[in-house]
């Protein structure tokens, strides 16, 4: 046979595979049997049209499955299936899931916590927050680990009275998201736990503080002073990382206390 004819039909049956894989793609979720399956009793189907929710996305006809997967989370579900639940609701992002979510965090099991900790996380609003807040004094540490930084990435100032809390407990997680939420005021929380807990954890924190634009300079200048009067070589390192990522439009006055206190440390131990 013509070389030529077999080229030609390798390259008619490439485009139609092509086509194929484009026109699956672009299929649309049928969410009426999507549902059905996720409300019924067959585990393997319910994990599927949980899949095909999440692969649909927020934005192709995932969000109409969020009713009936917080329907089906209300009536439980196998602990497999109950973490793809909230996973496939955390990457929907949908707010309505959020009371279900909150529910789970009463989990016995840390991973399905886990799993709802992330949820709340990625919906937002007030109600995750609540629950964001509740989940700080989770035992497992992965649990409110993952709790205090949602926390920070939520802009949530009125959890900061409980990252406080979580902080002085152990929750390290919670520096951060303190020095990124707190005010002029609540600032100070972190300063007056410089000397008690270890510096590699309030200096996430205080990092935090140092490169928010809505800080005010002397607020700023409070931490680098005190940073500078633990006249160790680790506050030294600490100040000039900070020196070097200051932007070129940046405070000169916070610039010149960073410069002057980095060399008062020089030979600093």
């Not at 692969?55 to 329907?71: E, H, N, S, T, Y």
């Not at 959020?98 to 989990?107: C, I, M, N, R, S």
């Not at 680790?234 to 410069?259: H, M, Y």
Request: charged share 25%; proline share 4%.
């Amino acid at each position: 046979m013509d070389k030529r004819l077999l080229g030609a039909g390798a390259l008619a049956l490439t485009i139609l595979g092509a086509t194929t894989s484009s026109a699956q793609k672009g299929a649309r979720l049928d969410a009426k049997e999507a549902a059905a399956a996720i409300l019924g009793n067959q585990p393997a189907k319910i994990g599927e049209a949980i899949d095909r929710a999440r692969a649909a996305g927020k934005d192709g006809g995932g969000q109409a499955l969020v009713p009936a997967i917080v329907k089906r989370l209300e009536r439980g579900l196998p602990k497999d299936l109950l973490k793809k639940a909230l996973e496939t609701l955390a990457a929907l992002e949908n707010p309505a899931a959020a009371d279900v979510a909150e529910q789970y965090l009463a989990h016995r099991d840390a991973d399905v916590r886990i799993a709802a900790v992330n949820c709340l996380g990625a919906v937002k609003g007030p109600i995750a927050v609540r629950g964001l807040r509740t989940a700080l004094g989770d035992l497992d540490p992965r649990v409110h680990a993952l709790a205090a930084t949602h926390l920070g990435a939520l802009k949530a100032p009125e959890a900061i009275p409980d990252l406080v809390i979580a902080l002085d407990k152990g929750v390290n997680e919670a520096a951060a998201s303190i020095g990124m939420l707190c005010d002029a005021k609540s600032c100070d929380e972190l300063l007056e736990r410089l000397a008690s807990r270890p510096f590699d954890v309030i200096s996430s924190g205080i990092q935090q503080v140092v490169a928010r634009a809505n800080v005010p300079d002397e607020v700023k200048l409070k931490f680098v002073h005190a940073v500078q009067r633990l006249q160790t070589r680790k506050a030294r390192d600490f100040l000039q990382d900070l020196r070097n990522a200051w932007p070129k439009g940046g405070s000169k006055t916070v610039e010149k206390s960073l410069d002057d206190a980095i060399k008062s440390l020089e030979g600093a131990k």
